[in-house]
């Protein structure tokens, strides 16, 4: 069965960090291009960050640069978000997804697989 597993999420202060984590089985995550995404409640999923298939194009949006990082291990099938700086606004529900087109960017329809989520909350 081809599925993404994302882990790592829970509870943290303000200023915190949390490392999140995508590990996917029946496929291997090399081929693909890979985003995160978050949904807070009310609101639209909207793209975090995403990585191409070779690793050559890395983006955030605005409200997580400097803060997050995407990075993939190949030998664990796993991709990573490593957030720091953690603020209350990135509360939310975190899915991670993969794509096979060599960059998929935040456009949805250019994912093929998608994570249950991982809920994030960030509160004192």
């Known amino acids: 069965q081809l599925q993404l597993v994302e882990s790592g999420g829970g509870l943290v202060q303000p200023g915190g960090s949390l490392r999140l984590s995508c590990a996917a089985s029946?496929?291997?995550?090399?081929?693909?291009?890979i985003g995160w995404f978050r949904q807070a409640p009310g609101k639209v999923r909207e793209g975090v960050s995403c990585i191409s298939s070779n690793d050559e194009i890395i983006d955030y949006v605005d409200s997580v640069k400097g803060r997050f990082t995407i990075s993939r291990d190949s030998a664990k099938n796993t991709v990573y978000l490593q957030m720091n700086s953690l603020k209350p606004e990135d509360t939310a529900v975190y899915y991670c997804a993969a794509g096979r087109i060599s960059y998929a960017g935040y456009v949805y329809f250019n994912y093929d697989y998608w994570g249950q989520g991982t809920q994030v909350t960030v509160s004192s």
């Open positions: 029946g496929f291997t995550l090399d081929n693909y291009s």
